[in-house]
């Protein structure tokens, strides 16, 4: 009984392994391309050229309605959406733990006041929010990032503060009370470090989120207009009739870009969201 | 002096079942270097005395009483002076050995951990200490053990590195809850020479808590009976053994292998519902009217302190 299903779980992890492989390289290839976004780039993203130009050896993906060529503006385009995609994950996890660890190990007050702020926070229809305030404010890249940042952290402040709450109650915690730490020194020394498992997947996948958002915002032509994003360009591209004359190499390879990239976060997240469980039986 | 004395202590806990009157009208005090043993059964209140020392209950417990250690009184401490004393002056091993120790660090890294937080000590420096005191533990290779993590130490290991890590600050008192709790007879006494080690390596009072008798017959030099929250009996550990006066420790004495093995009738009352008058009253073979009416007192007599009718 007991030989086939090991066979199966330890053919599972080595599938999962190979997953996880593949995303850390995807990952390492699109953070090169943005460090190296003016070297790998063959032209200047805002240098003009012929406009509506289909694929050459000069332009590998033509160029659009103002002569910029694609294929320049597609690797520049990684910056944004990292940039973007990371600052909004930093931004949302640091607050999701701060809240998630403050509510999960005081309880009491603070934590019926910090999980009824997230109630809030959850309610509130976030694209719909941003779309508001993108209206109302000057559309910049920080401005996006900052946004996206302060309204995301709910669904990581909830799974810390969980987490937090089993955490507590083991025996090395109230160990650790016993020898007179302070509060935040077991916070950071026995809670923090036994938790990070379960953080760090769900990053991933704020991070792949926060890149979709900025996208759909681009698309939506809410973006920042001085930036190279891929969302712009699918917004240029259809705005400026690239969808009705069937210029693909216009809006297909961003659209790819964006799907590619979210793919890559969300497998490092898996493998590590499956390590996690690992851990789990572990301990 | 007495380091440690404690007067009148209550433990109630506010649940939604009803108040759970955990531990009722408790004084004892513990002597510069001596041992006391507080024995009693499973659930009758001896860990809700340890953790209310050091004010680690939770929430809703409601304290009262007096708690005095060098003169002040714990209970009325702020929670910073108290972590000041958590520690360095009163040590507290809890039980369940092997989930005390944090799983993703090292034993050296949570050995070191007091020195460094509370003794400002350098980093490596506190790694030899620890070395150190793993090897007057008598571990066999404290430079491999101390880089060594929980999951790769056995439960009698694990014990004795709580221990050390409680001890690492010479702290005044130790207590110790259930140290010997799920170990086999032979890490049982490995532990107990650990504990005596330690006692004779500095001028500690050990206040130790468990549910073995023979435990605190060999380490103890005064042990306290409970029963249902109450102290029943107190007194010189070799007379107890000798002469048990409360017929509960003479009931718990001969309910062991070597002295008869009589199971005590009944069980322990529901600490929701406690019986009015002696507690025992209810499975007590000596019961008079009176004990059902009125609750005795813990009255001194001939050096032993007893809670009974018979001897008041």
């Known amino acids: ?283 | 002096m007495n380091p440690l004395a404690v007067e009148n202590l209550r433990v109630d806990f506010q649940t939604r079942w009803g108040v759970i009157q955990a531990v009722d009208s408790v004084s004892f005090h513990l002597r510069e270097g001596e041992t006391l043993a507080l024995v009693g059964e499973t659930g009758c209140g001896k860990s809700v005395i340890a953790h209310a020392i050091l004010r680690l209950l939770p929430q809703n417990a409601r304290v009262t009483g007096q708690i005095f250690y060098e003169n002040r009184n714990l209970l009325q401490l702020s929670e910073k002076e108290l972590s000041q004393i958590r520690g360095r002056k009163i040590s507290l091993v809890i039980q369940n050995p092997s989930l005390s120790l944090n799983p993703v660090y090292t034993v050296g890294h949570q050995l070191v951990e007091p020195l460094i937080v509370h003794q400002n000590e350098k980093r490596r420096q506190a790694f030899q200490t620890a070395i150190q005191l793993l090897a007057r533990l008598r571990f066999r290779e404290p430079e491999r053990e101390v880089r060594m993590y929980p999951f790769q130490l056995s439960g009698g290991m694990s014990q004795r590195v709580l221990i050390g890590m409680s001890v690492a600050l010479r702290p005044d008192i130790l207590i110790a809850d259930e140290p010997t709790k799920g170990l086999d007879d032979r890490l049982k006494q490995d532990i107990l020479d650990e504990l005596m080690l330690i006692k004779k390596m500095g001028n500690l009072s050990l206040f130790l808590i468990t549910h073995d008798l023979n435990t605190a017959r060999e380490l103890s030099e005064r042990t306290a009976v409970m029963y249902a929250g109450e102290i029943i009996e107190m007194g010189d550990t070799r007379g107890f053994f000798e002469t048990p006066r409360h017929p509960y420790s003479k009931a718990l004495l001969e309910s062991l292998p070597g002295r008869g093995f009589q199971p005590i009738p009944g069980s322990s009352p529901s600490p929701v519902d406690l019986p009015v008058g002696c507690r025992f009253h209810p499975r007590c073979p000596h019961r008079r009217d009176v004990c059902s009416e009125r609750k005795p007192d813990l009255v001194r007599d001939k050096e032993r302190d007893v809670r009974c009718v018979l001897f008041s």
């Open chain 1, 1 to 283: 009984m007991k030989q086939p299903q090991n066979k199966h779980q330890s053919s599972f992890t080595v599938e999962n392994r190979n997953w996880t492989r593949i995303g850390l390289i995807l990952f390492s290839l699109v953070v090169l391309t943005a460090l190296g976004a003016d070297i790998l780039a063959p032209h200047d993203p805002w240098q003009r050229f012929e406009p509506y130009q289909s694929p050459s050896r000069d332009h590998l993906l033509g160029t659009n309605d103002i002569g910029n060529d694609v294929f320049s503006e597609l690797i520049h385009g990684t910056r944004v959406s990292l940039i973007v995609g990371f600052g909004t994950a930093l931004l949302a996890t640091f607050l999701g733990l701060i809240i998630g660890l403050v509510s999960g190990y005081y309880r009491g007050i603070a934590d019926e006041m910090l999980m009824g702020l997230t109630d809030i926070f959850l309610m509130v229809p976030r694209i719909p929010l941003i779309i508001i305030l993108a209206a109302f404010l000057k559309p910049s890249f920080w401005m996006i990032t900052l946004a996206l940042g302060l309204l995301w952290w709910t669904s990581t402040a909830r799974v810390v503060r969980s987490k937090t709450l089993q955490i507590r109650e083991m025996s090395f915690v109230q160990s650790s009370k016993g020898l007179g730490f302070r509060d935040a020194h077991i916070i950071f020394t026995d809670v923090l470090p036994n938790i990070i498992q379960v953080v760090i997947p769900k990053f991933m996948i704020t991070v792949a989120t926060a890149m979709i958002s900025e996208a759909s915002l681009s698309f939506l032509g809410l973006g920042d207009p001085t930036l190279k994003s891929w969302g712009m360009m699918i917004n240029f591209a259809f705005v400026k009739g690239g969808f009705i004359n069937q210029m693909w190499w216009w809006y297909l390879p961003p659209g790819i870009c964006i799907a590619g990239i979210v793919l890559t976060t969300v497998l490092l997240g898996f493998g590590y969201e499956q390590k996690e469980e690992i851990g789990l039986r572990g301990i």
